[in-house]
């Protein structure tokens, strides 16, 4: 997909690459733009995690927002390796981890905390139902999970641990933002 860029922060304007094929599918600027503009101030400082990372641009965007740190995890070594020039490029990879790995596998091994928590897996295939119960551990406390799917997908009921906040729709498109407790977004 051409056309990814980076919105406004530190890296503003910055062209993002994007993996070839058809395995990733990069969120629109609209929906980014709309995410983030759902939590542009309360990102200062915070630990993001990018789970199903693609071209990284969503913990990019993150991270030139001001969020002090982001983990970004791709099964796709493709993915990774765009993912790293794209960090490059926008002079954000001191602030960055990459990891080449399933999302359940790296949610399960992990002991650091997220304050946001974002996933973009593939659509149709039941990977947040399946992947929402290892949520809880790596979630903080007041942490927000923002969630893409097709927007003719049921999103997963929120766990104990998590709330329902809000859902937004754009076209083809679901955003589900839920929230851990006294979470503010």
């Known amino acids: 997909m051409k056309g990814l ?3 406004t922060g530190t890296a503003r304007g910055t062209r993002l690459a994007a993996p070839e ?4 599918r990069p969120t629109t600027d609209k929906v980014k733009e709309a995410i983030f503009s759902a939590i542009q101030f309360e990102l200062e400082g915070v630990r993001f995690l990018d789970l199903f ?3 990284g641009q969503m913990g990019i965007e993150a991270l030139s927002r001001g969020a002090k740190s982001c983990v970004f995890v791709d099964s796709s070594r493709a993915a990774v390796r765009v993912i790293a020039e794209n960090l490059q490029k926008t002079g954000l990879s001191a602030q960055a981890s990459l990891l080449c790995t399933d ?5 399960t091994r992990q002991t650091e905390k997220f304050d946001f928590i974002f996933l973009d897996p593939p659509y149709h295939q039941g990977i947040p139902q399946r992947l929402f ?3 809880e551990p790596v979630l903080a406390k007041g942490g927000v999970v923002i969630l893409e799917t097709a927007s003719d997908e049921t999103p997963p009921e929120a766990p104990e641990f998590l709330h329902l906040y809000r859902q937004y729709r754009y076209g083809h498109i679901l955003i589900t933002i839920y929230h851990r407790g006294d979470g503010k977004v």
Not at 21 to 24: S, Y
Not at 103 to 107: P, R, S, V
């Open 21 to 24: 094929g058809v395995d990733t």
């Open 53 to 55: 990372a693609g071209s």
């Open 5 to 7: 860029r980076v919105i």
């Open 103 to 107: 999302a359940g596998q790296y949610l």
């Open 133 to 135: 119960g290892l949520l």
